[in-house]
């Protein structure tokens, strides 16, 4: 299996601009997470889901953020519009029922 | 809530010496995972432990999930620089099917 595959690697964006960042997880995988990793505030985890439906959100910044997973290949993480406090490195996980997660290589966001 | 603290922040060794790092936390976890991140890149998964006082392998590395249920311990023997990252270990929530993340260790290693 080709692991976790997440697009883009980099994205460099304006502030006020729309990003939307990809993920492709593990096939047979039925969990899907997306986190946000910064030096200050350390791996945080934005949201999950299970069979593609969203089970926790709490993470979630703010409304600005959202995020969707059409089909159980494919989930999108959207901010609009985008700050420069948004600047991060965001990983996608997916697992099994096991409890292990594993992570793709992640999208690193610059606003600017 | 449950919080994983882990120690040493950070260390800074000479190639060959043995690392040893740890994971506790107030409350009891049923598994424990240890992650590695290399710089620029996503967390790996290097070891998972399912039982009270399990010691498994991974190469040079040994991982101990600890009889209180509320730690864990990584070690790491003869250091090699491809060992230089962040080290984290983790366990599931108690109420959700996600994991809890401790604040990582990271390792450097001077050749």
């Known amino acids: 299996d080709a692991g976790v595959i997440q697009s883009p690697r980099h994205e460099v964006t304006e502030m006020g601009q729309e990003v939307t960042l990809r993920c492709k997880p593990i096939?047979?995988?039925?969990?899907l997470f997306w986190y946000r990793q910064t030096m200050m505030r350390g791996l945080e985890l934005l949201i999950y889901?299970?069979?593609?439906?969203?089970?926790?959100d709490s993470g979630m910044p703010e409304d600005r953020f959202s995020a969707k997973m059409p089909n159980a290949s494919f989930s999108t993480l959207k901010i609009q519009p985008s700050e420069p406090r948004d600047s991060a490195v965001y990983f996608c996980?997916?697992?099994?029922?096991?409890?292990?997660?594993?992570f793709g290589p992640g999208t690193r966001l610059t606003v600017t | 809530g449950q919080q994983l603290n882990q120690s040493p922040q950070s260390m800074f060794i000479q190639e060959g010496e043995d690392v040893s790092m740890n994971c506790t936390s107030s409350s009891i976890f049923n598994t424990w995972l240890w992650y590695k991140q290399d710089p620029g890149e996503g967390p790996v998964l290097l070891i998972a432990?399912?039982?009270?006082?399990e010691l498994t392998s991974n190469g040079r590395l040994t991982a101990q999930f600890g009889i209180t249920r509320k730690d864990s311990f990584l070690n790491i023997s003869a250091s090699i620089p491809s060992d230089v990252g962040i080290y984290f270990c983790a366990g599931p929530h108690r109420r959700f099917q996600k994991l809890v993340f401790g604040t990582g260790t990271r390792l450097l290693v001077s050749p």
């Open positions: 432990l399912y039982k009270a006082g």
């Open positions: 096939s047979g995988h039925d969990y």
């Open positions: 996980a997916s697992r099994d029922t096991a409890y292990e997660q594993y």
């Open positions: 889901f299970n069979n593609n439906v969203p089970i926790d």
